[in-house]
């Protein structure tokens, strides 16, 4: 009997080293940083200096070599359960083609890479990311996280935060989807219904996902009804670092006492939504961004449009007559046109559309 005690807790040592283990491992060549804060950045020694690595979805690409970043931007969004019950509504073809035009416009104007930040709930194909990326030839960093503004399935209510924060930490170690496509950000999402539990729970997964492997963060957030504050304050609370924190949709407001807040604490800003016009008109985000860049805050900006490639949330033809304005191409051909007329300077764009994704990628 006491063999069989004895035989049974090795095992279940020797299972959870095995699995440790898995998410440890790495090539030979990369080595984490001895007492690194985030002891898991992906870091390789090279001639006495350190480089970062991010996981693209068509491979590692070097911090130095993002170039100009679109920081979000979705290939596809589309109701996952919709999809996998009525597959007859959706052309694949279609949505390919819709993509790929995109990518190789906002390509021909210098853009060298694109995060999408589609995650589950928003029907995140990891195959069909790539396809894009390998079709365009463009650096595609996918995301890992949940993305919901009030539950999650019953799958993870009945399970803890370490057990989903374990499943993203597999996304950027391992792979994505059964691929060996690693994500490189983490995403999470509040809106209007504010932090709810199941919302709560994700958050902190995500916190502790990134404490784990030293990749960034970024949200969803909804600042009429202040949700990129209560996020910071759980991710800081959880332990994550401010400079890879970016409380996304932060241009969705113009109330700039509640944006100093959050830049006050050291993390980024999306000013990312350019082209929706429903809670901020395109004159009130530049307004707002050009008043931030002349306090000094180029440095923890990121130009964006949050543009879907092909959405299935509204019936056909709705977005484009909302939105007329809006694609993946509006802030380089007409944004940053309009802000330089009106005195933000180059160097300021350099931040907003080269620098900070570095920054935030490697928590500078
Ligand atoms: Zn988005």
Redesign the pocket.
Known sequence: MLCKTVYMLYNAICIFYNRKSIYRNKPDEIKTIPNHPFCNLQVYYERNHTMTFINSVTGPVNASELGLTLI?E?MR?RSESVHAQFPHLYDEKQEIAKAVEQVIRVKKLGVNTICD?TVMEQGRDIRFIEKIARETDTQIIAATGIYTYNYIPTHFQTRSIDYMADLFVRDIEVGIQNTSIKAGFLKCATDAPGVTADVEKVMRAVARAHKKTGVPIMT?SHPASGTGLKQLDILLDEGANPNQILI?HTGDTDNLEYISNILKQGAFIGMDRYGLTRECSTENRNNTVIELAKQGYSNRMFLSQ?Y?CTMDWFPEGVIEERFPKWSMSFVLEEIVPELKRKGVTEQQIQHMLFDNARCWFEGK
């Open positions: 979000h979705h969004v930040p969803h996304g949050d879907c």
